[in-house]
């Protein structure tokens, strides 16, 4: 389908919902593309890995509007956007770190498109799948594990994980080991192509990005 056919039916979406409507005036789109797969589902609690400006949070604090949301976004200038889109919601909270293994500081890989940055390097498949999306500059960045970060008694059932953090999922789901069990689902972003340098999941499928939603079991 054309790309901005593609935008155009997005934009209607977001027009049409006063909760969405909100994050056009900060230049946030609801991560609408993810309405069939979130739609329906009972959530108290979303831990949003990779949160960026607030997108996948905005969509499911307008499905859900009693959920609770701990957002992880260590850039400044999407985590600044972020905390001026939830404003006023004390049942968001930011948290201004990533999330990996280990703790440590790290530089991360900003792309001209700053939703594609990443704590890998970004390949020459990445910027040639989606142009525009080449590395422009680094930013120093905390990383750190989930349970370091996060009470476990934040977390309240039926909990969602969503992970997008540009190749670097593995990493983050080994920051989150110690607190799997206390997710019903985990949602993570997925590819099949080394987009990012480091990271190759060969699975004979010819689209570059899948989302993946699995579902977890509670102790």
């Not at 970004?122 to 040639?128: A, D, E, F, L, R």
């Given at each position: 389908?054309?790309?901005?056919?593609?935008?155009?039916?997005?934009?209607?979406?977001?027009?049409?919902?006063?909760?969405?409507?909100?994050?056009?005036?900060?230049?946030?789109?609801?991560?609408?593309?993810?309405?069939?797969?979130?739609?329906?589902?009972?959530?108290?609690?979303?831990?949003?890995?990779?949160?960026?400006?607030?997108?996948?949070?905005?969509?499911?604090?307008?499905?859900?509007?009693?959920?609770?949301?701990?957002?992880?976004?260590?850039?400044?200038?999407?985590?600044?956007?972020?905390?001026?889109?939830?404003?006023?919601?004390?049942r968001v909270t930011l948290h201004r770190v990533a999330i990996g293994a280990q703790q440590k500081e790290a530089s991360m890989?900003?792309?001209?498109?700053?939703?594609?940055?990443?704590?890998?390097?970004?390949?020459?498949?990445?910027?040639?799948?989606?142009?525009?999306?080449?590395?422009?500059?680094v930013e120093d960045v905390r990383v750190t594990t989930l349970d370091a970060e996060l009470d476990p008694s934040r977390i309240?059932?039926?909990?969602?994980?969503?992970?997008?953090?540009?190749?670097?999922?593995?990493?983050?789901?080994?920051?989150?080991?110690?607190?799997?069990?206390?997710?019903?689902?985990?949602?993570?972003?997925?590819?099949?192509?080394?987009?990012?340098?480091?990271?190759?999941?060969?699975?004979?499928?010819?689209?570059?990005r899948r989302y993946l939603l699995v579902k977890g079991r509670r102790k």
């Amino acid at each position: 389908m054309n790309h901005r056919l593609v935008q155009a039916q997005k934009l209607m979406r977001l027009v049409v919902d006063p909760h969405f409507r909100r994050g056009i005036r900060f230049g946030v789109g609801a991560s609408v593309e993810h309405l069939g797969m979130m739609r329906g589902r009972e959530i108290a609690t979303l831990v949003d890995v990779g949160a960026n400006v607030g997108q996948f949070s905005l969509l499911v604090t307008g499905l859900l509007p009693n959920v609770r949301v701990e957002a992880f976004e260590p850039l400044r200038g999407p985590a600044d956007v972020f905390e001026k889109l939830f404003a006023g919601n004390s049942r968001v909270t930011l948290h201004r770190v990533a999330i990996g293994a280990q703790q440590k500081e790290a530089s991360m890989n900003i792309s001209r498109r700053e939703d594609s940055s990443s704590l890998l390097g970004i390949s020459n498949v990445q910027t040639t799948t989606f142009p525009g999306t080449e590395k422009v500059r680094v930013e120093d960045v905390r990383v750190t594990t989930l349970d370091a970060e996060l009470d476990p008694s934040r977390i309240v059932a039926p909990a969602l994980l969503k992970l997008d953090v540009q190749g670097y999922e593995l990493e983050a789901l080994k920051g989150c080991a110690s607190m799997l069990h206390l997710f019903d689902l985990i949602y993570a972003e997925l590819s099949f192509v080394e987009l990012y340098e480091g990271y190759r999941e060969d699975g004979g499928i010819r689209a570059p990005r899948r989302y993946l939603l699995v579902k977890g079991r509670r102790k």
